[in-house]
């Protein structure tokens, strides 16, 4: 058992461990998260709120897929599924581990335990994510007392490879999150969700709270990781500069339903919804040169417990017409690889960034 928890315990391999898997690591169908609206002294249930509804997603060994929307979108909704931090409605989150799936969604508690391991989070604030009361070495090192049953030797050991790993000096082990900056304790965040060698990394805005100037240094932190360890990352983020440089394809989302989804270049250069092409409009590049007016969106995400009929993007859109406000559009393959689901996508020339 101790040695076993031993092998457990020591770092990745230096290569990647499934550069030419053909199965995804992940793979979401259907998924779909309503939360009831309940109104008065018995709860009565009114209505629902469509936080997610039917996304369909798969995340290769060794990938990042970017999932980019406005907030509201239900982006981190979908991420706290898949880590099981909130129950799926309805849906299954097939993951890989040893070579078999598990349906995430319908595992116990219990069942999901030896699971925990193998899919990690990264938290959006590392100012609330890191517990105060606990030391480094506690706060890295929980995941391996409680996933591998490392014994204390075996946890310093691992902690202090790990601070290295991470750009972190193995001197600072005992002191607690308030003595860093909020790129240190980012981090360190990072530090607990490697303990464990993890297949995936359900990353929710990592960056976002942080520095701009600090922002690269975390990402370029993220890339290495993943070629150190072959990691794949689910990349929750709101702004679509950051997941560019990162993801190896991008899903978009708005009001609980995939938009689109392509490679990232595809994606960037050739959009063919509406809502990515006035996301993209907002990216900010350094060429002066550059002409694309930035595309004002009118009014707010649409309310997900009472949304537009027909696409639900067609309030929004400056190119709606009749049939968007009755037909709703599916997600289909326009291209090899890019899907998108706006009625007119074959005729409409969106604007992309280079
Ligand atoms: Fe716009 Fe219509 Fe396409 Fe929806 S279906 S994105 S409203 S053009």
Redesign the pocket.
């Known amino acids: 058992m101790r040695e076993a928890a031993e092998a457990q315990v020591m770092p990745g391999t230096d290569l990647p461990r499934a550069a030419n898997a053909t199965e995804p690591l992940l793979r979401v169908e259907g998924l779909k998260k309503y939360f009831p609206i309940e109104k008065g002294f018995l709860r009565r249930r009114t209505g629902v709120i469509k936080a997610v509804d039917g996304v369909s997603i798969e995340v290769m060994p060794g990938e990042t897929v970017g999932l980019v929307g406005e907030s509201g979108s239900g982006k981190t909704t979908l991420g706290r599924c898949v880590m099981r931090g909130l129950r799926a409605t309805e849906g299954s989150i097939e993951f890989k581990v040893d070579g078999r799936y598990v349906d995430m969604n319908a595992l116990t508690g219990r069942e999901l335990q030896p699971i925990r391991k193998h899919i990690q989070m990264v938290f959006q604030d590392p100012y609330t994510s890191l517990d105060p009361r606990m030391t480094v070495l506690e706060i890295v090192g929980e995941p391996l007392v409680y996933g591998l049953n490392a014994k204390r030797a075996q946890v310093e050991k691992r902690v202090k490879e790990l601070m290295d790993v991470v750009g972190l000096s193995t001197r600072h082990i005992n002191r607690y999150p308030h003595a860093f900056s909020g790129g240190q304790r980012q981090r360190i965040g990072i530090a607990r969700a490697i303990a464990t060698n993890p297949s995936l990394i359900v990353a929710d805005e990592p960056v976002s709270a942080l520095d701009v100037s600090i922002q690269a240094q975390i990402l370029n932190l993220l890339v290495e990781l993943q070629e150190r360890l072959g990691l794949a990352y689910l990349f929750v983020a709101h702004d679509l500069s950051v997941v560019e440089h990162i993801s190896d394809r991008v899903a978009v989302m708005y009001v609980g339903q995939l938009v689109e989804q392509a490679k990232t270049e595809d994606l960037f250069s050739a959009p063919q919804?509406?809502?990515t092409e006035a996301l993209l409009s907002a990216v900010p590049r350094p060429d002066p040169h550059r002409k694309m007016d930035r595309i004002v969106l009118r009014g707010d995400v649409a309310n997900p417990a009472d949304p537009p009929s027909g696409?639900y993007?067609?309030p929004r859109?400056r190119?709606?017409?009749d049939i968007?406000s009755v037909e709703k559009?599916a997600l289909r393959e326009i291209k090899p690889g890019h899907h998108a689901a706006?009625?007119?996508s074959e005729t409409l020339d969106l604007q992309g960034v280079s």
């Open positions: 919804h509406p809502y696409c993007f067609h859109c190119y709606a017409q968007c559009p706006c009625h007119f």
